[in-house]
T-cell receptor
Framework: DAGITQSPRHKVTETGTPVTLRCHQT?????MYWYRQDPGHGLRLIHY???????DKGEVSDGYSVSRSKTEDFLLTLESATSSQTSVYFC??????????FGDGTRLSIL | RKEVEQDPGPFNVPEGATVAFNCTYS??????FFWYRQDCRKEPKLLMS???SGNEDGRFTAQLNRASQYISLLIRDSKLSDSATYLC??????????????FGQGTILTVHP
């Protein structure tokens, strides 16, 4: 496995609160990704990073921000969580044209 | 049109059956193709890459038809443990797509005794 971990694994919070999810990889992969997975939508890319301090938006980036200060860590922040952001969040890392390896996921519930 | 389309199923087959999944992709610039497997409430895991000449890994065979922009996965002698969702995945290169994977919505397989 790629040695990629996510924290927390589960979180319940209230609407309007800030939330930060962390992804840590030990494979020295340049590329890292945040996805959300919802019934009927499959995996959708939120943001991705192609290097330290280099990030770009995915298809569902509204309401999310990311930061990458080190190769190993990629943070996803919900500045003011909404109920529509209740989802399962997966982090992945990899190299272009190669398969991505996923973390175990974070189940986020926003009440 | 979605970038990657799969028949969502579900496919319900008995043990020992052969089952085939199909997938189409819309971006002719796509260069890399994969099948992932996802168990309920777990992360997606790479099942196999798909090569132009077709490739086999045990009971699993993947085929790619670039002219038709079509990918397939064949599972022979199905096992109960094959029950999962199978995701067709395409990697496009060039421009703003570089380094990104596009996932199909997945095909659900249930293998029953």
């Amino acid at each position: 496995d790629a040695g990629i971990t996510q924290s927390p694994r589960h979180k319940v919070t209230e609407t309007g609160t800030p939330v930060t999810l962390r992804c840590h990889q030990t494979e020295n992969h340049r590329y890292m990704y945040w996805y959300r997975q919802d019934p009927g939508h499959g995996l959708r890319l939120i943001h991705y990073s192609y290097g330290v301090k280099d990030t770009d938006k995915g298809e569902v980036s509204d309401g999310y921000s990311v930061s990458r200060s080190k190769t190993e860590d990629f943070l996803l922040t919900l500045e003011s969580a909404t109920s529509s952001q209740t989802s399962v969040y997966f982090c992945a890392s990899g190299r272009p044209e190669q398969p991505q390896h996923f973390g175990d996921g974070t189940r986020l519930s926003i009440l | 049109r979605k970038e990657v389309e799969q028949d969502p199923g579900p496919f319900n087959v008995p043990e020992g059956a052969t089952v085939a999944f199909n997938c189409t992709y819309s971006n002719s610039a796509s260069q890399s193709f994969f099948w992932y497997r996802q168990d309920c409430r777990k992360e997606p895991k790479l099942l196999m890459s798909v090569y132009s000449s077709g490739n086999e890994d045990g009971r699993f065979t993947a085929q790619l038809n670039r002219a038709s922009q079509y990918i397939s996965l064949l599972i022979r002698d199905s096992k109960l443990s094959d029950s999962a969702t199978y995701l067709c995945v395409v990697n496009s290169v060039g421009g703003t797509s570089y380094g990104k994977l596009t996932f199909g919505q997945g095909t659900i397989l249930t293998v029953h005794p």
